[in-house]
C-alpha cells in the first residue's frame, strides 16, 4: 500500500497514462482482493457438502457472493466512498483529517491559523445547510463526542493492523493447501504448515529490502492470476453447468437463509471473506487516481472474480461428494494444477506484501498523531515516497502470523478472525463517510441516513455472523484490537497529559532574555536545538538544562514537530521561523509541519535544511524591517519559502506569511514588550481551538536605494547590511562549530490524590510503553554523539 507508483499522475490527461495506472494498481491495490478465490467457499462449507444437500445452498453462496462484490465494493467504495477523498489521499486517517478541518473535533495540540496557509490545506466554506449546521454545532460542542470520533477512528486503525496479521496467514496457507491434492491426507498436514510457515518467515525477512526493487513484478502476477482464475471459471462454467448464471437472482439468498435457517446465518462469516482486501481501493487513494482504480475494479478485477466464483460454483453443483473437501484446486483441471498452484503462491505473497505495507504506513500515521509508541521508520526507497520499513513491527508481526498459521492451522478458524476484521474496518468507514457527507459535502442529513442504513445494514448482518464464530477464531481480532486500542489511548492520554503540563510549567522569555555573564550564564560555539512541543513560549526542560549547565549555544533554536490535519506538507512550506528575543540574542523559533503520511527527515537533512531556512528567514527579516526594528512588531511573521531563495540574484520577490496569535514572533528590544504573547494558559484548548481565521499575504520588494536618498537612510542601510552580515557569519560560524540537540528525558507520574485509573494508566502504562519502545533521539534519528538529554519530571 505504500507502492507509490505514478504518483505524478494523479490527474491523468490521455487514455494511455490512465489505463497505464489502472494496470500498475493491479498489483498494489488489489493482491489481497483477487487472491479470495483461493478460501471463500472452503471457509463458508466448513464442513463437505453432504448427500442431503442441493444446489440451492451452493446457488444461495453465490448469489450472496455477486451481490456483496456488487454492493459494497462496486456501489459503495467505487461510486461513493473513493470521492471522500483528503486531498488525493484515502484511508481511515483521511476521513478523520477532512472531519476535523471542517469541524473543530480534533484532539491534537498545536492547532494553528497559519496552517491553512498550506497548499495542502484544502478547506472550503461553502453555504452550511440548517441539518448540517446542527450535526457540526453538536460535534463541535459535545467534548465527548471528539473523544468517541477518535476511538472510532483507532479502533479501524487497530482492526487494519490485525489484517495485516491475518491475511498473510490465510492467503499463504490458502494457497500451499493446493499441495493436498497431490499427496496423502498424513503426509499433507505435515508439509502444508512448514512450508507455510518459511514463505511467512523469507517475507517478513524480505521487508527491510524495500518492495521498490520486485515492484516491478507485483503487477504482472496478479494481471496473471487474474486472467487465470477468468479462465478456470469460464471453463467450469462451460464445462459442468451454464445455468449457474440463474444464482444472481437475489431470491437464491432467501431460500439459502430459508433452508440452512442459522446455520446459513452463520456461514456469512465466510462469504464476506470475498471482499478481503476491498478496504485497499480507498486506503492507496493517494498512489492512483481514482479514475484508475475505478476502471481497473470495474473492467477487470470484478469480471475476473465473478468469473471465478461462478466457476467453482457451477463444479461443485455437480460434485457434491469430494474426497479432499471443498477446495479452490478440486475446480482446476489435473493437467494445469501446478503452474496454478505456483501462480497462487505467486499472487498470495503479493497480496500480502501490500498488506504489510499498509500496516507500517498506518503505523507511522498513529505515531505522527500522537497514538501510538515511538519506534524506528527507515525509509526503504530514495526515490519513491511512502516506501517505509519498522524493524519492530515488521518481526512482531512475523512471529504473531506464524503462530496464528501454527496454531490455527486450517482455514476456517483463520477466515473466522479476518472476516471479522475486514468487516469492522468497513463499518468504521460507513460511520466516518456518512459524516463527511453531511458535514464536508453539505448534502441534507437523509442523504447520510440512508447511506448509513444501507450499507451499515448488510455489513452489520456480516459482522455478526462473525462474531458468532468467537470461539472458532474470532476472538483473536477482538483481543489484538483490545490489547492495541489500550496502548494507543494510554499513550495519547499521557502525551496529552504532557503538553498540558508543559503548557501551564512554560518560562517566560524575561527570563531567557535577562541570562548573561553578569549571571555566570557563558555563550559557546555551535547551535543549540531545543525540541519542545510547545509552540510559544520556553520549555521548562531548558530552563532545567541552563539551571544545571550555566551555558547554552551562541546560536539557540526551539524546534517544534508538529503534525497537520493534511496528508503531506510540501517541503517548501514544511518550516516556520522567527525570532525568539531579540536579533543581538540569537535565538530562534522553528515549527517543523509534517502531514500525517509523512516520514521524519534524517537528522542531517533536517540539519542542513534548518540552517538554510534560518538564514534565508535573517536575509528576508533584516530586508523588511532591519531585524524587527522597523517599529512595526505587532504583527508576527514567518517566511515560508515558496521557490525563491534570497541569493539568487534574478529572485526579487518572497512570500510572507503573517501567522496568527498562536505562533509569537518577538522582535521587540524591550524585555518587557517581548514576553506578552507567552503567558501560560488554562487548559490547552486555547490552543487546540483556535478559531481558524485568513493568513493574509504580503509581496515585498527588494529595493535598490536611489541615488538621491538620504545620507541617513545610506548609513542606516549600509549598518542594517552589516549587523546582517554579522548575523549570518555568527549562522555559519556556529555551524561549523558543530550541533547540539537538547531532549527532555521524561518521567511522567500521576499527582497525589489521583484516581486508581489515572494512577494505572500514567505510573504504569506509560512509563513501561515509554522504557520499552524507541526514545525521541531514535525516533528523531538524532546522533548519540550530538545528544544531550536533560531529566524531567512530569507530574500530571
Known amino acids: 500500500m505504500d507502492l507509490n507508483y505514478g504518483k505524478c499522475w494523479k490527474s491523468p490527461k490521455d487514455w494511455k497514462t490512465l489505463l497505464m495506472l489502472a494496470y500498475q494498481s493491479l498489483g498494489v491495490v488489489y493482491g489481497d482482493l483477487s487472491i479470495s478465490p483461493l478460501y471463500v467457499y472452503k471457509s463458508t462449507f466448513a464442513e463437505d457438502i453432504q448427500h442431503s444437500q442441493t444446489n440451492e445452498e451452493i446457488f444461495g453462496v453465490l448469489s450472496f457472493v455477486f451481490w456483496t462484490l456488487t454492493l459494497l465494493p462496486l456501489f459503495k467504495y467505487v461510486f461513493i466512498v473513493l470521492r471522500a477523498d483528503d486531498n488525493g489521499e484515502g484511508g481511515t486517517f483521511a476521513l478523520y483529517s477532512l472531519l476535523c478541518r471542517h469541524a473543530k473535533v480534533s484532539l491534537l495540540p498545536n492547532r494553528q491559523a497559519a496552517d491553512e496557509a498550506l497548499s495542502t490545506y484544502k478547506l472550503e466554506h461553502p453555504t452550511e445547510s440548517r441539518n448540517s449546521s446542527k450535526v457540526k454545532t453538536?460535534?463541535?460542542?459535545?467534548?465527548?463526542?471528539?473523544?468517541?470520533?477518535?476511538?472510532?477512528?483507532?479502533?479501524?486503525?487497530?482492526?487494519?493492523?490485525?489484517?495485516?496479521?491475518?491475511?498473510?496467514?490465510?492467503?499463504?496457507?490458502?494457497?500451499?493447501?493446493?499441495?493436498?491434492?497431490?499427496?496423502?491426507?498424513?503426509?499433507?498436514?505435515?508439509?502444508?504448515?512448514?512450508?507455510?510457515?518459511?514463505?511467512?518467515?523469507?517475507?517478513?525477512?524480505?521487508?527491510?529490502?524495500?518492495?521498490?526493487?520486485?515492484?516491478?513484478?507485483?503487477?504482472?502476477?496478479?494481471?496473471?492470476?487474474?486472467?487465470?482464475?477468468?479462465?478456470?471459471?469460464?471453463?467450469?462454467?462451460?464445462?459442468?453447468?451454464?445455468?449457474?448464471?440463474?444464482?444472481?437472482?437475489?431470491?437464491?439468498?432467501?431460500?439459502?437463509l430459508r433452508k440452512t435457517r442459522m446455520g446459513g446465518w452463520m456461514s456469512l462469516g465466510g462469504v464476506l471473506l470475498c471482499i478481503t482486501g476491498a478496504e485497499a481501493m480507498f486506503a492507496d487513494l493517494g498512489h492512483f487516481s481514482y479514475s484508475a482504480i475505478q476502471i481497473a475494479f470495474t473492467f477487470m478485477v470484478y469480471p475476473a472474480l465473478i468469473l471465478a466464483y461462478m466457476g467453482q460454483a457451477a463444479y461443485l453443483s455437480k460434485h457434491h461428494q469430494t474426497i479432499h473437501g471443498i477446495s479452490f484446486y478440486i475446480s482446476v483441471p489435473e493437467s494445469v494444477r501446478w503452474p496454478v498452484l505456483v501462480l497462487a503462491i505467486l499472487a498470495s505473497i503479493v497480496g500480502s506484501q501490500a498488506i504489510i505495507s499498509g500496516t507500517f504506513s498506518i503505523i507511522n500515521q498513529s505515531q505522527s498523531l500522537g497514538c501510538f509508541p515511538r519506534v524506528k521508520v527507515i525509509h526503504t526507497s530514495d526515490k519513491i515516497h511512502g516506501q517505509i520499513y519498522i524493524p519492530e513491527i515488521n518481526w512482531t508481526l512475523m512471529i504473531l502470523c506464524v503462530a496464528v498459521t501454527i496454531g490455527f492451522r486450517d482455514t476456517k478458524h483463520i477466515g473466522n478472525a479476518s472476516g471479522l476484521a475486514v468487516m469492522a474496518v468497513m463499518l468504521v468507514t460507513t460511520c466516518l463517510t456518512s459524516l463527511v457527507i453531511v458535514i464536508c459535502w453539505d448534502k441534507p442529513l437523509i442523504f447520510a441516513f440512508l447511506f448509513l442504513l444501507f450499507f451499515g445494514s448488510i455489513e452489520l448482518l456480516y459482522f455478526s455472523a462473525s462474531l458468532t464464530k468467537f470461539t472458532e477464531g474470532a476472538w483473536l481480532p477482538i483481543l489484538l484490537a483490545l490489547f492495541l486500542m489500550t496502548v494507543m489511548l494510554v499513550w495519547h492520554y499521557a502525551t496529552i497529559k504532557k503538553y498540558e503540563f508543559d503548557l501551564h510549567n512554560k518560562v517566560s522569555l524575561e527570563w531567557l532574555l535577562a541570562l548573561g555573564p553578569s549571571l555566570g550564564i557563558a555563550r559557546v560555539p555551535g547551535i543549540g536545538v531545543v525540541f519542545t512541543d510547545l509552540t510559544t513560549g520556553i520549555p521548562a526542560n531548558f530552563s532545567r538544562f541552563v539551571t544545571n549547565l550555566p551555558a547554552f549555544h551562541r546560536i539557540l533554536v526551539f524546534v517544534c514537530l508538529k503534525s497537520v490535519p493534511v496528508p503531506h506538507v510540501p517541503r517548501a512550506e514544511r518550516y516556520l521561523v522567527g525570532r525568539v528575543g531579540p536579533p543581538e540574542h540569537r535565538s530562534y523559533r522553528c515549527i517543523v509541519r509534517y502531514g500525517y503520511r509523512d516520514v521524519h527527515q534524517d537528522v542531517d537533512s533536517f540539519e542542513s535544511e534548518l540552517v538554510d531556512r534560518l538564514a534565508e528567514f535573517i536575509h528576508y527579516d533584516w530586508h523588511i524591517g532591519q531585524g524587527g526594528q522597523d517599529g512595526n512588531n505587532d504583527s508576527p511573521a514567518a517566511c515560508e519559502d515558496d521557490g525563491s531563495h534570497i541569493s539568487n540574484q534574478d529572485s526579487s520577490e518572497c512570500r510572507l506569511a503573517v501567522i496568527g496569535p498562536s505562533f509569537e514572533m518577538d522582535m521587540c528590544l524591550d524585555p518587557s514588550s517581548v514576553s506578552i504573547g507567552f503567558s501560560s494558559v488554562e487548559s490547552p484548548s486555547e490552543v487546540t481551538e483556535m478559531e481558524p481565521i485568513g493568513v493574509p499575504q504580503k509581496r515585498v520588494r527588494f529595493a535598490v536605494p536611489s541615488d538621491d536618498a538620504s545620507e541617513a537612510e545610506e548609513v542606516a542601510a549600509a549598518c542594517a547590511q552589516k549587523r546582517l552580515l554579522e548575523e549570518v557569519e555568527d549562522l555559519l560560524s556556529a555551524r561549523q562549530s558543530g550541533t547540539a540537540f537538547i531532549i527532555g528525558h521524561s518521567h511522567v507520574k500521576a499527582k497525589q490524590g489521583s484516581s486508581i485509573f489515572k494512577r494505572l494508566t500514567i505510573n504504569f502504562g506509560y512509563n513501561f510503553l515509554r522504557r520499552n519502545c524507541r526514545g525521541p533521539d531514535?525516533?528523531?534519528?538524532?546522533?548519540?554523539?550530538?545528544?544531550?538529554?536533560?531529566?524531567?519530571?512530569?507530574?500530571?
Not at 471453463?235 to 459442468?240: A, E, R, T, V
Not at 531514535?778 to 500530571?796: I, R
Request: proline share 5%; charged share 10%; with cysteine.
Open 138 to 256: 453538536l460535534l463541535e460542542k459535545n467534548k465527548a463526542l471528539h473523544t468517541a470520533l477518535l476511538v472510532l477512528v483507532l479502533l479501524g486503525t487497530c482492526m487494519v493492523i490485525g489484517d495485516g496479521l491475518l491475511t498473510p496467514a490465510i492467503s499463504v496457507f490458502s494457497a500451499v493447501s493446493g499441495l493436498e491434492l497431490s499427496m496423502s491426507r498424513e503426509h499433507h498436514q505435515y508439509a502444508v504448515i512448514p512450508i507455510s510457515c518459511f514463505i511467512l518467515i523469507c517475507l517478513f525477512a524480505l521487508q527491510h529490502w524495500g518492495t521498490h526493487r520486485i515492484g516491478f513484478l507485483f503487477a504482472p502476477v496478479v494481471l496473471l492470476w487474474l486472467i487465470c482464475i477468468s479462465a478456470l471459471g469460464l471453463y467450469n462454467i462451460l464445462h459442468w453447468n451454464p445455468y449457474v448464471y440463474k444464482a444472481f437472482s437475489p431470491y437464491y439468498m432467501f431460500k439459502f
Open 778 to 796: 531514535v525516533a528523531l534519528k538524532v546522533p548519540p554523539v550530538s545528544l544531550l538529554e536533560v531529566g524531567m519530571v512530569y507530574v500530571v
